[in-house]
């Protein structure tokens, strides 16, 4: 194909910096860990940074929204009702 003049290859490169501003803030951790859980009463998650505007109603476990949220600087710690177990 060397010697072709039926092939052209054009790839140009682009660069597109990533405005720290348009990246939403990401879960770091959560407590309790993933596995089986026989019984949750808070569950904590830390984000990578500083998140507002999170309510009770917006986590929901099985249907059922926390009974509070209390933020904090880049984590919340949400208190959950009792919740039925989930059908298998």
Known sequence: ?????DFGFNAP???FPVDPGTVPPRVVSAEPAAGDIFYLTNITFSFSEGVSGVHASDLLINGVAAASVPLQAIGLRARLPEVAPAEP
Do not use: A, H, V
């Open 1 to 5: 194909m060397t010697n072709s003049s």
């Open 13 to 15: 490169l682009y660069y």
